[in-house]
């Protein structure tokens, strides 16, 4: 049976002093402050939190407040703390209240928040649970989702994943192979579907299908921004960027092989795409004739020219 805090129970605790705020702290949502945060990441890490949390319990807050936060705007306390914190406080003064008598509230706080914030698998810098060795599934990495008018998130990032792997292989798989720690993984799975494609130029008709996948969002310590697209960015640097996958991947390359084999899987194995067929040869022919009448032709204007001066020009 859960513990639920009464008028009764709560008048039986001792009185908690309330944290001192910062005269010179920064102001969040409504003008509230908090006494630990003192520069702007801080303000934007508790947003982002507020911004992560599932959509059931913002609807939950939301009802009971009367109101909807604001797109950046974190869900604080008049006594600066985030209510979540807030509240496994007084959870723990009421659990725990032998335990917590000695200690005061910054202190008490900051073991919250010290498990809160702790990164996820890992005890005294070491590993916590199975090694992965050699993943045999594909990860990919995509931009958070972020509606029109919004901010983009930071402290999130956004992977695809198998719908079979676990959140315990996501936390060990992002660890070991690219260093990142995570303090929380929120998981949504989508749907395959199949869609219907005709090619009308070879009357062909085909089925696409897309596949079932996992989308990943993870809580990361640094902010970390996602590189910018090719349209986003000015001429200068979509011209280097351009540049730069050209002598790293040559992608030109690639899709002139590609198609010089598509064409050879189409047309048979004795198809050779750098040998002329017969119309290629024909449409040759016909704009080296075409050049050479239209060379006899200026040629003749010049002639003609040259002789009306002459005849002008003599007695």
């Known amino acids: 049976m859960a513990f639920a805090p009464t008028a009764r129970r709560l008048a039986l605790l001792p009185t908690v002093p309330r944290l001192a705020l910062a005269p010179t702290a ?32 913002k609807i939950k807050v939301a009802t009971k407040n009367k109101r909807t936060l604001r797109p950046g705007e974190a869900d ?12 496994r406080l007084l959870r ?5 209240a032998d335990a917590a008598a000695d200690k005061d509230d910054h202190t008490l706080l900051a073991e919250l928040r010290a498990r809160e914030y702790r990164v996820r698998g890992v005890v005294d810098g070491e590993i916590v649970g199975k090694r992965i060795y050699l993943p045999n599934f594909k990860c990919r990495m995509v931009m958070n989702s972020t509606p029109k008018g919004h901010a983009y998130n930071p402290f999130e990032a956004t992977f695809r ?38 090619d009308k ?38 011209e280097a960027q351009v ?30 795409a750098d040998v002329p067929g017969r119309r290629e040869i024909l449409e040759r022919v016909q704009k080296r004739r075409e ?9 003749l204007e010049v002639i003609r020219y040259d002789r009306v001066q002459r005849e002008t020009a003599s007695p």
């Open 26 to 57: 920064p102001r969040l949502a409504r003008g509230r402050t908090h006494p630990n945060w003192t520069d702007p990441a801080s303000i934007a890490k508790a947003a982002a939190k507020t911004a992560s949390a599932p959509h059931k319990l």
């Open 76 to 87: 604080v306390l008049p006594d600066g703390l985030m209510r979540g914190e807030a509240a």
């Open 92 to 96: 723990t003064r009421l659990h725990r």
């Open 161 to 198: 994943f198998p719908p079979s792997i676990t959140k315990l292989d996501i936390r060990g798989y992002l660890h070991a192979v690219y260093g990142l720690d995570v303090t929380y993984i929120r998981t949504v799975i989508y749907d395959g579907w199949n869609s219907k494609r005709v």
């Open 201 to 238: 130029k070879r009357q062909r008709r085909g089925l696409r299908v897309f596949p079932t996948y996992k989308r990943v969002t993870v809580g990361i310590k640094e902010p970390f921004y996602y590189p910018l697209m090719v349209e986003d960015m000015s001429k200068e640097e979509r």
């Open 243 to 272: 540049d730069a996958w050209e002598k790293q991947f040559h992608p030109r390359e690639r899709r002139e092989m590609y198609q010089t084999t598509m064409k050879r899987h189409l047309f048979g194995v004795g198809h050779h």
């Open 291 to 299: 050049e050479r009448e239209s060379a006899i032709q200026k040629k």
